[in-house]
């Protein structure tokens, strides 16, 4: 692949429903939020910087040496809390920012490359994002793994916690098996933006297939904006949204328990 110019903002919040001051947690003798952001530091990004609105995640990443940007403590998502990091460092509007979870320790910097890559080889999208082969039932009925479908050349159809696409004549039958004349995605949350995408994107209200499904991503589609899914080169690990991802986690890294 050919140089591809981009930076990484790692969204991270103190507040969790399920797991409140999650980037600090300790996983292997290390924040999480610290292994996020190794991975992220192991891309090809030419900058990487933490987006925070919570003073002590700020201490932590500035400890471990990351470069952190403190934020508003009003946004409603790690999307709009990127564009403000955008705005206040003066980023370029044709620039390509990747917006990494900050939990997901697990997730290979080729995938980073390979995100940034792809939006900047599809010049119609302002945003890309990855996906992966769903090969069990249970996987694809499970709501917490979100689906998507594409078309013929890999844009954006549509994104569900439902089973999609729906194979009226096989699924409903049961069965550990699934279909094999049509291909099932699971979609990875790593997204690539283009700078004066998300100028845009911030400004539009919550649509109402995001409200239902609670996918930001629906948004975009919503408003008639392109997103190019490619598959992943390589399964992404588990990210950490319980304490029981923890061990998944260690065990992905091969650090056993911990």
Not at 179 to 204: D, K, S
């Amino acid at each position: 692949m050919d140089g591809v110019d981009f930076r990484v903002v790692v969204p991270a919040r103190y507040g969790s429903s399920r797991l409140p001051g999650k980037p600090l947690l300790e996983i292997a003798g290390k924040p999480l939020i610290q292994h996020v952001w190794e991975r992220a530091g192991q891309s090809e990004a030419a900058e990487v910087v933490v987006a925070t609105d919570d003073a002590r995640i700020a201490r932590v990443c500035q400890a471990f040496g990351a470069d952190v940007a403190l934020t508003r403590t009003d946004h409603r998502s790690g999307t709009d809390r990127i564009a403000e990091v955008i705005e206040a460092r003066g980023w370029q509007r044709d620039g390509i920012l990747v917006n990494l979870q900050g939990d997901e320790p697990c997730m290979p910097p080729a995938l980073i490359d390979q995100v940034a890559h792809d939006l900047a080889g599809h010049g119609s999208a302002g945003m890309a994002t990855l996906a992966y082969p769903i090969r069990s039932r249970s996987d694809l009925f499970d709501p917490h793994l979100v689906k998507v479908v594409t078309d013929a050349d890999g844009y954006a159809l549509y994104f569900s916690r439902a089973p999609i696409p729906w194979h009226r004549d096989e699924l409903p039958g049961g069965g550990e098996t699934l279909p094999q004349t049509v291909r099932f995605l699971r979609h990875i949350g790593l997204y690539a933006y283009r700078t004066r995408f998300l100028e845009r994107f911030v400004r539009w209200q919550p649509s109402p297939l995001e409200m239902a499904e609670s996918l930001e991503q629906l948004r975009v589609l919503w408003h008639g904006e392109a997103i190019h899914v490619s598959q992943a080169e390589v399964e992404p690990g588990p990210g950490v949204d319980t304490p029981s991802d923890v061990q998944r986690v260690l065990g992905f890294l091969g650090l056993g328990r911990g």
